[in-house]
């Protein structure tokens, strides 16, 4: 079960907005817990007969109580508890955006009794005083980082609860059967049987449903993290064309000259919702230029951390031995999609002067544009993200690890259950399973594993 709710008498504090100089017309410092209004009414003076009600903003200016001076003409906000986002008393400051105004209102917050709230510390609250469950929680977090509509629609998803529902619809299943199976061990003889062809069914649906959000999971990651792709070709085979292309602006220099691109380009851009950071890298070959040699170490040190690489050749002059070369550059394991180039500049109905001999292939003009969506779709499938569309709900790392460890544990209690040994022992693995479940909603999680989790948030988040 998690841990007892905050003591009484904590009340935390945090900007709860981005600060940097010149950027931002709004900024919030935020409070939680029972001091916030308390805090609020020290330091906000609001003119007139405003009343202070939950909920109802207030307009007035931040004041030192220890000159009276004012700081920042501001609005003031309490949500009085429970109807807050951590159920606890709420009092938003909204300040002047920028440096100096809102650091020195959360001074003001911090000398007034306050303490700096901890990353995550609100979302923490939320999920300790029964606002939020742990899905929806981790799904906050997902949203800030969200870099492609997709995934925040993912993101939003979770918010809603979809994911809570899915699991917590199978931690109920398994309850069910564990449920049975103990009644049985208990007062077997008081009880009608216990069909285990009907147990062993149930518990088989729910492991393959875990299985599957498990397989999904690589689709959600992708929406998340994105993809590291690194365009890698001989000099001058259109590598900086391919990128402005799929940036669909002018990212890279591109002329007819080899040896152009002297130093790795990145562009992140979205492709089908996916982001994607590309990698524009120098053409490698042999050179005494020491510039174009530090732009072609890092293009393979580009080839090693990548999560995918295009490999560009010239389908005017063919398919090479210099091509192959740098084939063999990319690591195995990592996805690799060879893209033939310049097919403009083939006459009509003429055949490419070479092919590679195997490899996922798609052809391309990075002039004109054609093959583009191809080359998209081939690059997305490739990778596993070729049907992101149809994503409704998607574990992070930390779920798909329980997600997976639960079904490996509903495996072992079916062949349990195969050996034919008696009910109790169904029961040992059926825990484990139920238990791995309910610590991805926060049903069964420990203090240390909040506080990791937590711990990735933003601070005033």
Not at 258 to 271: A, I, N, W, Y
Not at 381 to 389: E, K, W
Request: aromatic residues 4%; proline residues 5%; glycine residues 10%.
């Amino acid at each position: 079960m998690p841990p007892s709710p905050p003591l009484p008498g904590d009340t935390i504090a945090a900007i709860a907005t981005a600060v940097a100089a010149g950027a931002g017309s709004v900024a919030i410092v935020r409070l939680s817990g029972p001091q916030a209004e308390a805090i609020g009414r020290r330091l906000f003076v609001a003119p007139g007969a405003q009343a202070w009600e939950s909920h109802r903003v207030l307009y007035g200016h931040v004041v030192d109580p220890a000159d009276g001076q004012r700081v920042d003409e501001a609005l003031l906000l309490p949500m009085r508890a429970p109807r807050s986002f951590t159920r606890e008393d709420v009092v938003e400051f909204h300040c002047h955006g920028g440096l100096v105004a809102v650091r020195r209102v959360l001074e003001l917050v911090l000398a007034a009794g306050a303490r700096l709230a901890g990353p995550g510390e609100f979302s923490q609250r939320a999920f300790l005083n029964g606002r939020l469950d742990l899905t929806r929680a981790e799904a906050i977090a997902e949203m800030i980082a969200a870099r492609s509509q997709r995934a925040a629609e993912l993101a939003m998803a979770g918010l809603d609860g979809g994911l809570q529902r899915r699991i917590g619809g199978l931690r109920e299943r398994l309850l069910d059967q564990l449920a049975e199976l103990e009644a049985r061990v208990d007062f077997e003889e008081d009880l009608p049987p216990l069909d285990g062809t009907l147990v062993r069914a149930e518990l088989e649906a729910v492991r393959g449903e875990l299985e599957r959000l498990v397989a999904e999971s690589r689709q959600g990651e992708l929406l998340r993290e994105g993809l590291r792709v690194a365009i890698v070709g001989r000099p001058n085979v259109g590598k900086s064309s391919l990128l402005n292309l799929l940036s669909r602006r002018e990212r890279a220099i591109v002329t007819d000259l080899p040896g152009t691109t002297r130093d790795l380009l990145e562009s992140d851009l979205v492709l089908d919702g996916v982001p994607l950071t590309l990698l524009d890298t120098a053409g490698i070959r042999a050179t005494d230029d020491r510039v174009e040699r530090l732009g072609i170490e890092r293009s393979r040190q580009a080839l090693a951390g990548a999560d995918a690489v295009l490999l560009l050749f010239d389908r005017v002059a063919g398919w090479s031995a210099a091509d192959e070369e740098l084939r063999e550059l990319v690591p195995e394991g990592v996805p690799l999609l060879l893209v033939g180039n310049k097919s403009d500049a083939l006459p009509p109905g003429a055949a490419a002067t070479g092919v590679p001999p195997d490899g996922p292939l798609v052809t391309i003009s990075a002039l004109t544009g054609a093959g583009r969506d191809d080359l998209v779709a081939a690059l997305l499938g490739l990778c596993g993200a070729g049907d992101v569309q149809g994503l409704q709900v998607a574990l992070n790392g930390r779920q798909r690890q329980l997600a997976a460890a639960a079904a490996t544990s509903l495996e072992r209690s079916l062949e349990t259950a195969a050996l034919g040994l008696p009910w109790d022992f169904w029961t040992i693995d059926l825990r484990g399973a139920i238990a791995g479940l309910g610590a991805i909603t926060g049903e069964e999680v420990s203090e240390a594993v909040l506080e990791r989790i937590f711990s990735r948030f933003c601070i005033g988040k």
